[in-house]
C-alpha cells in the first residue's frame, strides 16, 4: 500500500539556520502531497500542499516542491524561528480514499 | 468559526468501562475521519467516512465503533476500553474526499485507560 517515510527527529537548530526535512512516499498514480504542523498542545494545522508534479508550496516562509522523478516533497526554510519548533508531518491521499501520514519530524529550534 | 470541536479534552477511564469521543463541525464537510497518536507511531486512521450514513475502516479499527447520522457529527465509541487504547485522539474533516482538500483538526481527547 501506499507509505510515506520522513526523517527521524529531533533535529535541533540555531534560529536563522538552513532547515530541510526528508519526505520520500510509495504511491500508486501521483497523489496530492501535504505538509502539516503541530504546535505543542494543538491538532495539526495545513502548512502548504502540492497537487501535481513540479508544483511547489509554499507558506510562512516554508516550501517544498513535488518531484515526481525521485517520490520526494522534502520541506525547507532558508532562516528557522524560535517560533518555528513544532512537530511536522507530511502525507498524501491514497486511492482509497484515506490520507498516509508520516511518522513526524520534532523541530528543535534554539535561540 | 468553531471549525472542528471535541470532546471531552481529557478523560481517564478504568479497563473495561466504554466511552463516546464526540466530533463536530459546522463547516458543512462531507469527509471525516478519526486518528489516534502515539509517541514514534505519527497518526493511524482508526475510521473514516465520506458521507453521511457511510463509514469504513482505517488502519486500527479494532476495539472502536463509529457512525455518521448527520453531517456535521462523527462519534467515536469505545466499547470495552482497554489500557492499549491510552493516546491522543483526533477528529478531523475535509470538504470532500476529493485528494486536493486538506484536513481541518480538532484539538484532541487525551484519554489514559488504567
Known amino acids: 500500500g501506499d507509505s510515506v517515510t520522513q526523517m527521524e527527529g529531533p533535529v535541533t537548530l540555531s534560529e536563522e539556520a538552513f532547515l530541510t526535512i526528508n519526505c520520500t512516499y510509495t504511491a500508486t498514480g501521483y497523489p496530492s502531497l501535504f505538509w502539516y504542523v503541530q504546535y505543542p498542545g494543538e491538532g495539526l494545522q495545513l502548512l502548504l500542499k502540492?497537487?501535481?508534479?513540479?508544483d511547489k508550496g509554499s507558506n510562512k516562509g516554508f516550501e517544498a516542491t513535488y518531484r515526481k522523478e525521485t517520490t520526494s516533497f522534502h520541506l525547507e526554510k532558508g532562516s528557522v524561528q524560535v517560533s518555528d519548533s513544532a512537530v511536522y508531518f507530511c502525507a498524501l491521499w491514497d486511492r482509497d480514499d484515506k490520507i498516509i501520514f508520516g511518522k513526524g519530524t520534532r523541530l528543535h529550534i534554539l535561540p | 468559526n468553531a471549525g472542528v470541536t471535541q470532546t471531552p479534552k481529557f478523560q481517564v477511564l478504568k479497563t473495561g468501562q466504554s466511552m463516546t469521543l464526540q466530533c463536530a463541525q459546522d463547516m458543512n464537510h462531507e469527509y471525516m475521519s478519526w486518528y489516534r497518536q502515539d509517541p514514534g507511531m505519527g497518526l493511524r486512521l482508526i475510521h473514516y467516512?465520506?458521507?453521511?450514513?457511510?463509514?469504513d475502516q482505517g488502519e486500527v479499527p479494532n476495539g472502536y465503533n463509529v457512525s455518521r447520522s448527520t453531517t456535521e457529527d462523527f462519534p467515536l465509541r469505545l466499547l470495552s476500553a482497554a489500557p492499549s487504547q491510552t493516546s491522543v485522539y483526533f477528529c478531523?474533516?475535509?470538504?470532500?474526499?476529493?485528494?486536493?482538500?486538506?484536513?481541518?483538526f480538532g484539538d484532541g481527547t487525551r484519554l489514559s485507560i488504567l
Open positions: 502540492a497537487t501535481k508534479a513540479d
Open positions: 478531523a474533516s475535509s470538504y470532500s474526499r476529493m485528494s486536493n482538500q486538506p484536513q481541518h
Open positions: 467516512s465520506v458521507g453521511a450514513g457511510i463509514t
